[in-house]
């Protein structure tokens, strides 16, 4: 069993009992959720009291929104975006940018791919309706964070004819999608 759904298969059963009205359950779940939370904001933050801050205002957030929780979903996933939201909203108070490493959440929380996946076929059908040349650019720039001097080079024109045709196929799609955005 991998470490998510080792965690998805502990932590939703004792989920479940809290919202059935188990105070044990209850209790253990917090004192699981304290874990994971104190790892999860340790490695994003060089501050150990605002980490600590954190953890507190998740399990509270957790404890007055457990009754949004959907039993047929992965509990984990609700976790971490609860978890992930709290620490967007530090970073907004502090005014702080910072690169988060997505890779490492994979250890405690549960993934849905299927927005993702959805949204890549989403994403596909819509660069489809573009020439070959500027479909490839955009993805290649705004999907995959390539710089316009490399979308340039594999596409063997210059940049200043790159940023054209990116320009020109986004402003395809907004008047075909937006409805005659000119």
């Excluded at 304290?34 to 205002?57: G, K, S």
């Excluded at 039993?71 to 909203?89: C, E, M, N, S, V």
């Excluded at 024109?157 to 986004?170: D, N, Y």
Aim: aromatic share 6%; glycine share 4%; proline share 4%.
């Amino acid at each position: 069993m991998t470490p998510t759904a080792d965690n998805e298969a502990r932590l939703k059963p004792l989920m479940l009992a809290t919202l059935a009205g188990d105070q044990r359950a209850y209790r253990a779940l917090l004192a699981e959720l304290r874990t994971h939370l104190v790892r999860y904001y340790a490695r994003r933050l060089n501050n150990p009291a605002a980490a600590d801050d954190l953890v507190q205002e998740t399990l509270m957030a957790i404890h007055t929104r457990r009754l949004t929780y959907d039993p047929t979903q992965p509990f984990t996933a609700w976790l971490h975006a609860i978890a992930r939201y709290k620490l967007i909203d530090h970073f907004r108070r502090s005014k702080l940018r910072q690169t988060l490493p997505l890779e490492e959440d994979a250890a405690i929380f549960a993934a849905d791919d299927a927005g993702d996946a959805t949204a890549r076929m989403d994403v596909d059908a819509v660069l489809a309706t573009l020439p070959d040349r500027p479909a490839a650019l955009i993805r290649q720039v705004k999907l995959e964070g390539a710089s316009i001097a490399e979308a340039a080079g594999r596409a063997g024109m210059s940049e200043t004819a790159a940023k054209v045709a990116i320009h020109r196929g986004l402003k395809a799609l907004t008047a075909r999608f937006i409805g005659g955005a000119k």
